[in-house]
């Protein structure tokens, strides 16, 4: 069962900051050293030097600056626990305009095996121990995970948008994207009672932040072990949480291109004759109307067929690969199941990156070794321009792939599915006192 509540957010100060867009950052892990230096000259309260810390010792100066904010009155602490409501606006690349809701809460956490709670990638010990270290120093959940509910009757949605209607958001900013992000507050007891119940009957399943999430675990265990008696309604029970409903259409999945280095150079021939071994294979030429022959073709055999698209540095072909035979990734992997070996990121990992190019599981997890993208000419470029062996542009994860991989227990490779946009950090805080306790309601 999924206990959500109501919470104190912290947020910057409206009166002191009239444009949020300077002190709003992207997700940490998206941003880039480069991206880190422009945010740090864009502001000195961008919220990156909280997220992100250059600082030689990080985690405590991180903890010093939140205190620092906060008694300045940077950063404001709600005084009435609540729900936040978010309207997010946002372009595809296409063109087209998305408009998602969502909401803001305070979940209990469960136990990730067997629980309502459900992962859907695997993670690395590197980035939640980084994610716990700072939890630690500064009491406090500095960014949410993303999670995603199935409401096909968009029942909670309703209600939330019902409670705002004619109510003036009280955070509204225009990210440097173009995206639009509202944010209300709703604090009536019998609308908030209401998400409770309703969501007491969902799943959960962990669309971005499994990282903090399995970091959140640690760091409740942490506590319960120095307090020795707890309720386990306290605050370091709970994970602040933005919620979205799958069913919604403004949920977006793109596709996660890689750009590869790392492995044994075959001979041209060599590895020729293994792509064609295992793979049907077509092919373009590496000139500029064959890249754009090769796009479109890719995402045409991408709405019939399993394919992968494959570039190597110094081979004058874009290619499209085809698995010839499905038997031979039920050989290559009979642990998993015929939907999670079924898809391409599972091919490319198993068959490709091991198998031909000879890359272990660990070398592929290595963190040096694969570059991630969701723009297919920016991997293309990159693999010509930088050092990069190899480029693999993938069709995007369904909805329906990643929930019935999930229902049966299991994990997708690292970055199979990109969740768009991101949640943007400095939104909302969850400052953490281990002496509150969460209000929670009965079970239905």
Known sequence: MIRIAPFRGVFYNPKKFRDLSKVIA?????????????????????????????????????????????????????????????????????????????????????????????????????????????????????SPIFALYDDAKQGINRMLAVAVEGVAPFVEVELDNGDECKLWRITDPAIIEKVQRAMQEQNLLIADGHHRYEATLRYRDQMRRERGQFTGNEAFNYIMAYCANMSDDNVVILPTHRLVRGFTHKPFLQLEEALQTYFYVEQHPKTPDGKSSFLKALTRAAKKHRVIGASFK???????????????????????????????????????????????????????????????????????????????????????????????????????????????????????????????????
């Not at 809701?101 to 992962?119: M, S, Y």
């Open 314 to 444: 110094r081979d004058p072909r874009y290619l499209i690969l085809r698995l010839k035979n499905k038997r031979l990734m039920q050989r290559m992997a009979k642990e998993l199941s015929a939907p999670l070996r079924e898809l391409d990121v599972s091919t490319l990992h198993l068959l490709v990156l091991e198998h031909i190019l000879g890359m272990s599981p660990e070398q592929q997890v290595s963190g040096e070794t694969i570059r991630y993208s969701q723009d297919e000419e920016a991997v293309l470029q990159a693999l010509e321009k930088e050092d990069y062996q190899a480029a693999f542009i993938l069709a995007a994860t369904k909805k329906e792939e990643i929930q019935t991989i999930v229902a049966g227990g299991e994990k997708m490779p690292q970055k199979s599915t990109y969740f768009y946009p991101k949640l943007s950090s400095g939104l909302i805080v969850n400052q953490i006192d281990a002496e509150e306790q969460i209000e929670s309601i009965p079970s239905a």
């Open 26 to 142: 992207p997700p940490y892990d998206v941003i880039s050293k480069e991206e880190q230096e422009k945010l740090y000259k864009k502001s000195p309260h961008n919220f990156v030097r909280l997220d992100l810390s250059q600082e030689p010792d990080s985690y405590n100066a991180v903890a010093q600056l939140l205190g620092e904010w906060r008694s300045q009155g940077i950063l404001e602490r709600d005084e009435t626990p609540a729900l936040y409501f978010l309207s997010h606006r946002f372009k595809l690349k296409s063109g087209e305009q998305k408009l998602r809701h969502g909401f803001f809460a305070l979940v209990q956490l469960q136990e990730l095996d067997g629980g309502d709670i459900r992962p859907h990638e695997k993670t690395l010990d590197a980035p939640k121990e980084d994610r716990l270290k700072l939890m630690l120093a500064c009491q406090a959940q500095l």
